[in-house]
């Protein structure tokens, strides 16, 4: 697998840069106007708090960095290898690989059980399920007695769990197997105030213990002094 | 491991889907139950209907085509054009090379049954099936002149019993005019079903066929002159002619050659047929019927799968977020798209086992009902290849009609953004 052997040959350089863009610009059709992101460049188990307004390119610039879109100029690092240069079945796999991911909902497969969610990246990516430690289900199930997801929902249907519990088992699913980076969406915009001051900090603690990188996207500055870093996004058009 | 999982995530999407597909999977199995039915019976009916009549190698009759001959000699269809004379029939049962006879004579009718007159060749060497005889359920054989043995249609459904006195009419037909009421028949003995045409006949004596029409030369009775029961015991009658006769050969190699001898018969014109042969023709005549009704069951089964498709699609929408979840996570389109064509082709499968055991179980529960009331004679038995070869093309139908959504779902699905869910 090209993604485990890279990430061998490159482990120092990894260790030291989470995200690194260059000049980065999308654009839906080529006659439109290029939007045009800052660079952006995240060590390795650093938190960005990135902000702005709705139509800033916030899911754009996530779409770019999780390589299911194309730029129309410029690169994306990530962990050290320019995903944009990788066939799309590469990509595809370098995400499951590397990347953890949360939205702001609907974040669960709506037919397995809360277990089979959290360890769903493992499936996916042989690595993931390899670096996970002692094991898949193991990791998997402290995970949730970190997020303080009781056992007796471990085997429920999560269609059943509230939402805030919805989102806890994202985080777990985003987090096993330590990739080096999370891209979170808005994670806590369905969340009260109390669930969401304290997802924040069950999922950076965890992402710090793993020395995970998150990248969490919202238009909630209220949230930023969780953060050691910020950008905000403008949507500069050129 | 990405094969280990697909199949894990289609079939816990099947089993959270259940209450729906469930439908749709019915509708498929009662399909594939009838296409699989109807392939099996046609295959059993022919098997049937090709050994309704085993082990006689001619059937001699007057000059006519061999389907009629067949017709009305063995299904009780139809008439005689002619006779056959008795001193042919002597002539005949004189030659060493025709291992056995039996002759039989045609005309009357009991409520619309069929009355054969021959002798006890009949329960000799009549054979139908693999070569099975026929066996009495009840009583004996003929052995005087007014006895009568039912076949077990006719038993069944007039519902006599041994010991009764019947009244034969004259000529065919159900409602005769004409009975021949100073001669009543008893009863001695009711035949087992055999699912041929033999369970729709009654059998009594070539004398008693003659006794009985003692007296009816023009047709109808002449008072005084027909015989009673008490008059005909122990008279002795030599027929005249009778209708046809069926023939066994010692040598099997000698068939065609006596075929041929008997087709050229100098004293009267007579034609000798191969049942078999005959057989098969009739067959191929009503074939084209039985493919016709294969060909609608596989139109049912199509509609069926097309009914499926239908509801897929509808999933489809349904399925746009935890296709973004997939795919984020790093699921790749094909491994989304084949997650359609492993359900579609699960639910195929789970339909065929679903048929198979509905038709084994229905089969074993059916076919002796069916042979009692029906005179079929249906049995369990392994699948032909055939068989095999339409059970399996449903699975491989299924796969051909799910890629209708999964190209659709595998487009849909490279476009996608980071969790964006796609838009139907």
Not at chain 1, 45 to 57: A, I, N, Q, R
Request: neutral net charge; glycine residues 8%; contains cysteine.
């Amino acid at each position: 697998m090209t993604s485990m052997t890279g990430s061998d040959n490159n482990s120092s350089r990894r260790t030291e840069t989470a995200i690194d863009t260059r000049d980065l610009g999308f654009s839906w059709h080529p006659q439109q106007d290029i939007l045009a992101f800052p660079d952006i460049t995240l060590k390795r188990g650093e938190h960005l708090f990135l902000h702005g307004p709705s139509g800033s390119g916030k899911s754009t610039l996530l779409s770019l960095l999780a390589g299911m879109l194309r730029p129309a100029s410029g690169s994306v690092q990530v962990l050290g290898t320019d995903i944009h240069r990788l066939g799309a079945s590469a990509r595809d796999q370098f995400r499951a690989d590397h990347m953890g991911v949360i939205f702001q909902q609907f974040n669960l497969v709506p037919y397995l059980n809360t277990l089979a969610n959290v360890t769903l990246p493992c499936g996916l990516s042989p690595l993931r399920s390899k670096r996970s430690e002692p094991s898949v289900s193991a990791e998997a199930e402290q995970l949730l007695n970190a997020l303080s997801i009781p056992e007796d929902h471990w085997h429920r249907k999560v269609t059943r769990l509230s939402i805030g519990q919805q989102q806890r088992i994202a985080a777990a699913r985003a987090l096993i197997g330590a990739p080096g980076l999370i891209l979170a969406d808005e994670p806590t915009s369905a969340l009260d105030a109390d669930n969401r001051d304290r997802f924040l900090e069950l999922l950076l603690n965890l992402a710090h213990r793993h020395h995970t990188s998150v990248l969490f996207v919202s238009h909630d500055q209220s949230l930023a002094h969780h953060f050691g870093r910020q950008l905000e996004l403008r949507g500069n058009r050129t | 491991m990405k094969a280990r999982l697909a199949l894990s995530l289609a079939f816990a999407s099947l089993w959270h889907r259940k209450k729906v597909l469930a439908l749709v999977c019915l509708t498929l199995t009662l399909s594939v139950s009838l296409l699989l039915g109807i392939q099996y019976l046609r295959t059993e009916v022919k098997q049937s209907f090709t050994s309704t009549i085993s082990g006689t190698d001619l059937i001699v009759g007057a000059r006519s085509g061999q389907l009629n001959l067949l017709l009305y000699t063995v299904f009780h269809i139809g008439d005689a054009t002619n006779n056959i004379r008795w001193s042919t029939y002597q002539s005949l049962k004189d030659d060493s090379r025709l291992k056995w006879l039996i002759p039989i004579s045609l005309g009357d009718s009991y409520r619309g049954y069929r009355v054969v007159a021959t002798d006890e060749n009949f329960l000799a060497h009549f054979r139908y099936g693999q070569d099975v005889p026929l066996e009495l359920a009840k009583g004996q054989w003929f052995a005087s002149v007014f006895d009568v043995v039912l076949g077990a249609g006719v038993a069944r459904s007039l519902g006599h019993q041994t010991g009764e006195d019947i009244v034969l009419s004259h000529g065919g037909g159900r409602t005769s005019f004409s009975n021949h009421e100073d001669t009543p028949f008893t009863v001695t003995g009711v035949l087992e079903p055999t699912g041929t045409p033999v369970d729709q006949a009654v059998y009594i004596s070539l004398d008693g066929m003659e006794a009985m029409h003692v007296g009816w030369e023009s047709g109808v009775a002449i008072p005084g002159r027909t015989l009673t029961r008490e008059q005909a015991e122990g008279r002795k009658f030599t027929p005249d002619a009778i209708t046809a006769a069926f023939v066994g050969i010692e040598r099997k190699v000698l068939t065609f050659r006596l075929q041929r001898e008997i087709n050229q018969f100098a004293g009267e014109p007579l034609s000798a047929i191969l049942p078999g042969v005959a057989l098969s023709e009739l067959w191929r005549l009503m074939g084209q019927f039985e493919r016709a009704l294969l060909g609608i069951t596989g139109f049912v089964v199509i509609t069926s799968l097309i009914g499926l498709i239908a509801v897929l699609l509808t999933l489809q929408t349904q399925r746009a977020h935890e296709i973004a979840v997939l795919r984020a996570t790093g699921a790749s389109p094909a491994l989304i798209a084949s997650l359609y064509i492993l359900e579609c082709v699960a639910l195929a499968v789970v339909a065929c086992l679903l048929a198979l055991a509905i038709g084994t179980a229905g089969i074993f529960l059916a076919s002796p009902w069916l042979l009692a009331n029906y005179g079929l004679q249906i049995t369990l038995r392994p699948l032909t290849s055939t068989e095999w070869a339409l059970l399996g093309s449903v699975p491989v139908a299924a796969l051909a009609v799910a890629l209708i959504p999964a190209f659709n779902t595998w487009r849909q699905s490279r476009r996608l953004g980071f969790g964006e869910a796609a838009d139907q």
